[in-house]
């Protein structure tokens, strides 16, 4: 069952989305309440696990970093009496895969999944995601490069860092 939120609860939970290294106080502010009253809300957030992580959004376009990102589009034959929760759930509690949801379109699923390398990412595909009972068919897209993830923009320039080729 959803739980209703009041009006000062959503707009917290927007605030902390937005920066979550806020302190009660700042956030209390805000909202036109006590610090307690934030720590009480958060609390109860957390226990009922409204609030799952709190979790920094790091630019690695920043750093140099041999991981790998592919966004695999997937089409399932869901299952009698699950739907797709089964196969979704397979594919979620593999460690490869970072984010998974079901989707509308030409596919069902959308898998966010990290490697060490291009090869090994096409070794989990292959031998893991495609083997999947109810998986029927896969395409995987490669990240080349990121910039705008959950409202945050990268640097996004005009110029390019790469060096021209002539052909």
């Known amino acids: 069952m959803l739980k209703p939120l009041s009006t000062?609860?959503?707009?917290?939970?927007?605030?902390?989305e937005d920066?979550?290294?806020?302190?009660d106080s700042e956030l209390a502010k805000i909202l036109n309440t006590t610090s307690d009253d934030v720590?009480?809300?958060?609390?109860?957030f957390e226990e009922e696990k409204i609030i799952l992580k709190y979790r920094a959004i790091v630019n690695w376009e920043k750093i140099e970093s041999?991981?790998?990102v592919a966004l695999i589009q997937v089409t399932v034959t869901p299952t009698q009496g699950f739907g797709y929760d089964e196969v979704a759930r397979k594919i979620s509690n593999m460690d490869?895969?970072?984010?998974?949801?079901?989707?509308?379109g030409s596919f069902d699923l959308l898998v966010e999944v990290e490697g060490p390398s291009l090869k090994d990412v096409a070794f989990f595909v292959a031998d893991?995601?495609?083997t999947i009972e109810g998986v029927e068919r896969t395409s995987t897209n490669f990240l080349l490069k990121r910039y705008k993830q959950g409202g945050d923009l990268f640097s996004v320039t005009a110029k390019t860092?790469?060096?021209p080729v002539m052909i």
């Open 161 to 163: 860092h790469r060096q």
């Open 96 to 104: 490869e895969v970072i984010t998974c949801m079901l989707v509308s």
């Open 66 to 68: 041999p991981e790998v």
């Open 39 to 44: 720590k009480n809300i958060m609390r109860t």
């Open 8 to 16: 000062n609860e959503l707009k917290l939970l927007n605030l902390i």
């Open 19 to 23: 920066d979550c290294t806020r302190s």
């Open 128 to 130: 893991k995601l495609a």
